[in-house]
């Protein structure tokens, strides 16, 4: 069974900082694609980073020079450094992964719980 577990989410004023983190477990052979995506109340989810596990990375237009996403392929792991914070950046914040377990062939996506970011002005 596979587990994506993130932390580091909080409250913080506007302009300051963040790490997110979210660590993967379980029966994994192999991880493409890591990413992080936020959901704001009343609101669908979007994506916010997205980072392949060769490095490449895609942001959103409304995050792009204030977050960092980044791997460390050996622990399965993916963070998210938001610097700048806005308070339209709070939302639930969400780490999916597209894995494949050593019992597969394919690739799933799998999510996270999610993390509550808040931004106050």
């Known amino acids: 069974q596979v587990q994506l577990v993130e932390s580091g989410g909080g409250l913080v004023q506007a302009g300051g900082s963040l790490r997110l983190s979210c660590v993967a477990s379980?029966?994994?052979?192999?991880?493409?694609?890591m990413g992080w995506y936020r959901q704001a109340p009343g609101k669908q989810r979007e994506l916010v980073a997205t980072?392949?596990?060769?490095?490449?990375?895609n942001y959103a237009d409304s995050v792009k020079d204030r977050f960092t996403i980044s791997r460390d392929n050996a622990k399965n792991t993916v963070y998210l450094q938001m610097n700048s914070l806005k308070p339209e950046d709070t939302a639930v914040y969400y780490c999916?992964?597209?894995?494949?377990?050593?019992?597969?062939?394919?690739?799933?996506?799998?999510w996270g719980q999610g993390t509550q970011v808040t931004v106050s002005s």
């Open positions: 999916n992964a597209d894995l494949r377990t050593y019992d597969s062939i394919r690739y799933r996506t799998y």
């Open positions: 379980g029966s994994i052979y192999s991880i493409n694609l």
């Open positions: 980072s392949t596990s060769g490095g490449s990375t």
